[in-house]
Nanobody, 127 residues
């Protein structure tokens, strides 16, 4: 099993940046593909970005494409989400999730693809 802990959230002005981290323990992260999801109050949890086990394949939701960048450092057992040009609509609790599923990476933005989840970190974008 792998345990995930998100960090790096906080309050930021529109147009600002934050870097979220997802640190893993209990297992080496290189066995897992990782996804970032977010959930705003009253809304469904939605996929934001995901990255393959080796870090060479990534996907992004249209709403964040060009603004967010996902990366991983398997040596540090950590996955990052760099968020630039933040908008108020980016406000949500952000979760990282891990899977060792052999299924197609094309499903990486779908919640059932993942079997491990962190506790979430709050991101608030407001003036």
């Amino acid at each position: 099993q792998v345990q995930l802990v998100e960090s790096g959230g906080g309050l930021v002005q529109p147009g600002g940046s934050l870097r979220l981290s997802c640190a893993a323990s209990g297992s080496t992260l290189d066995y897992y593909a990782i996804g970032w999801f977010r959930q705003a109050p009253g809304k469904d949890r939605e996929g934001v970005s995901c990255i393959s086990k080796g870090g060479y394949t990534t996907s992004y939701a249209d709403s964040v494409k060009g603004r967010f960048t996902i990366s991983r450092d398997n040596a540090k057992n950590t996955v990052y989400l760099q968020m630039n040009s933040l908008k108020p609509e980016d406000t949500a609790v952000y979760y990282c999730a891990a899977t060792n599923s052999p299924l197609s990476f094309g499903r990486c933005m779908v919640k059932p693809f993942y079997n491990y989840w962190g506790q979430g970190t709050q991101v608030t974008v407001s003036s």
